[in-house]
């Protein structure tokens, strides 16, 4: 029988996940989880969502469960993935810790994710130190459950780079200890960072041009309508830019042959739809309301997936709790064995105890 390989993926309970979050990493681990060739550990990272938000905890209690709801509702199995929350397992921030030794000031400051976020939360003068080390929070997390597969974003990749170096330069050190985990993105372009309704940046909940998972069919339909295309494409004649143009990045993202068959069967095809839009022909409204088809059938039933756990919420505190104690267990072993390599474990090294004083009274 094959061996199962370990996955570590989560988010920060800042708010509720996005369409961003669904195609980048949450429908990867669905995927993953259901194909029987892994044991995924799915962590809501609290602590590191507290780096930027310490003056105001009550957000993060907030939007926990708002996440773990999100989780259930795309189809995250609590009984084929360990889901936990990242504070309940303390031997994390014990092993952050020795991390922290083998990593320089500058170093963390080289990471472009990590200085493109400072920039964007303003930070340049400011910067709270546990921002700063969120990469070594992150290797902690992976390690300590000897994740050998992370799946996520693009934009994760400098950060999991700088994770491989902590593992890498730890076992030179003190020998090999520690799993060196591989990133698994989306194969799809667009899905890797998926742009938001602005057409200009990544899709985020601080930028507020996110379509969430759990917004209800209006709310989807009001944004994809308000959706950035080509300000040149300003009469249906008009050629028009689908290379810049956001909804034809979602259409890459998520239509299907099934798609035009149902609610655009004058096209074979997203290419012909393209073509079409390219030479002129083609409205803004006509694609919109395409995109908008597809979205609310992607996401209704993860909306109502989401209205049974509301219902059903001591389940989900009950599932994040048993998932935190089996989470803990991985955790200890790994970090036992992190002491071990560290030489810390004073009080069971016989050696250590003799070695000093064993011959004082020979020597005298």
């Known amino acids: 029988m094959e061996r199962k390989k370990i996955i570590l993926t989560g988010d920060r309970p800042t708010g509720k996940l996005h369409l961003g979050h669904y195609v980048g990493s949450l429908k990867n681990r669905v995927e993953m989880q259901n194909s029987g060739k892994y044991i995924p550990y799915i962590l809501i990272s609290d602590l590191q969502a507290l780096t930027d938000n310490a003056r105001d905890p009550e957000k ?27 504070s309940q397992v303390p031997e994390l921030a014990e092993l952050t810790m020795y991390y922290m030794n083998l990593v320089t000031l500058g170093r963390l400051e080289r990471n472009p994710t990590i200085k493109t976020e400072i920039k964007e939360r303003g930070f340049e003068k400011s910067v709270p130190v546990g921002f700063l080390t969120y990469p070594i929070s992150q290797a902690a997390d992976i390690t300590a459950f000897d994740a050998e597969v992370v799946p996520g974003g693009e934009d994760q990749a400098p950060i999991l780079e700088q994770d491989r170096e902590i593992v890498r330069t730890f076992n030179a ?14 194969d799809n372009n667009i899905c890797k960072r998926l742009v938001g309704i602005d057409g200009k940046n990544k899709m985020s909940k601080s930028l507020d041009n996110c379509i969430y998972l759990s917004d209800n069919p209006d709310t989807i339909k009001k944004k994809v309508m308000s ?14 830019d689908v290379q810049n143009n956001a909804v034809f990045k979602y259409l890459d993202a998520f239509c299907t042959p099934s798609h035009f068959k149902k609610y ?16 002129g022909g083609v409205g803004d409204v006509k ?35 048993e998932g935190s104690r089996e989470a803990r267990k991985k955790a200890q072993e790994v970090l036992k064995r992190v002491r071990r390599a560290i030489g810390i ?16 009274d020979d020597n005298k």
């Not at 050190?173 to 989306?186: K, S």
């Not at 039933?301 to 994040?320: A, S």
């Not at 474990?345 to 004082?360: A, G, P, Q, W």
Request: no cysteine.
């Open 227 to 240: 959706m950035y295309t080509d300000p040149n494409h300003i009469k249906i004649e008009d050629p028009g």
């Open 60 to 86: 993060i209690r907030r939007n926990l469960i708002e996440v773990a709801l999100d989780y259930l509702a795309v189809g995250i199995d609590p009984k084929k993935s360990i889901i936990f929350v990242q």
């Open 173 to 186: 050190i003190y020998g090999d200890t520690l799993v060196e985990p591989e990133l698994i993105t989306p």
């Open 264 to 279: 655009l069967p004058e096209y074979k095809n997203l290419d012909e739809l393209k073509a079409h839009y390219q030479r």
């Open 287 to 321: 694609i919109k309301k395409f995109l908008n088809d597809i979205l609310q059938e992607i996401l209704e039933p993860i909306r109502e997936r989401r209205h049974y756990y509301e219902q059903h919420i001591d389940f989900v505190y009950d599932m994040l709790e």
């Open 345 to 360: 474990e004073y009080f069971e090294d016989i050696k250590l105890r003799h070695s000093v004083y064993t011959n004082i």
